[in-house]
């Protein structure tokens, strides 16, 4: 029995997030997005707003749970009884901050491994925060986001802007 935790940002979820959901998916038997405050970045959509876009954008996928994390990822990934965290890598410098995590959520919990999805060949530039720049000069984000979250994005610069 497969129960794993996909931790991130999602400011905002970006199709390499959702390919890396689909994926992980296919290999869990249950999969938690968690969406995480990151105390160090300012954020451009209120953690609501990243979970209620993250089920929007996961509703046709029935083993996906979305959650929101609030303390330690490790002792979360225990509470829900998950045994495997899931990561996505684009590039050596993900890969190196991932390993360190990896090895500290492992010396943490014991038990709770970590597994590497290499990010697909379509998305390893693409990054949320490349999203938020094409955003601040209101440029085309279609190949970058679902359809849902593209909505919710304009809608909240033009509110805002
Ligand atoms: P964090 O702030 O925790 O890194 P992100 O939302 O930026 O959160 O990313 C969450 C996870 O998804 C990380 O493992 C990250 O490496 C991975 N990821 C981000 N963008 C992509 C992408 N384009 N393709 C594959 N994985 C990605």
């Known amino acids: 029995m497969l129960k794993a935790v996909y931790p991130g940002s999602f400011d905002p979820v970006t199709n390499g997030h959702l390919d890396i ?91 709770v491994e970590t597994i590497f999805l290499a990010a697909s060949p379509e998305n390893i530039t693409l990054s949320s925060s490349a999203v938020r720049e094409i955003l601040a000069f209101d440029g085309n984000l279609d190949m970058f986001v679902p359809e849902a979250v593209k909505a919710k994005l304009k809608a909240k610069n033009e509110r805002e802007g």
């Open 21 to 111: 959901i689909k994926r992980a998916s296919a290999m869990a038997d249950t999969l938690i997005v968690g969406v995480c405050g990151n105390p160090n970045k300012q954020s451009l959509l209120t953690a609501d707003e990243r979970v209620e876009l993250l089920r929007e954008v996961t509703k046709n996928l029935e083993n996906v749970e979305v959650m929101e994390i609030e303390g330690m990822l490790g002792e979360f990934a225990k509470e829900q009884g998950a045994n495997v965290i899931i990561r996505g890598v684009r590039d050596i410098s993900d890969f190196i901050n991932e390993f360190q995590r990896a090895i500290i959520n492992k010396q943490l919990t014991g038990d």
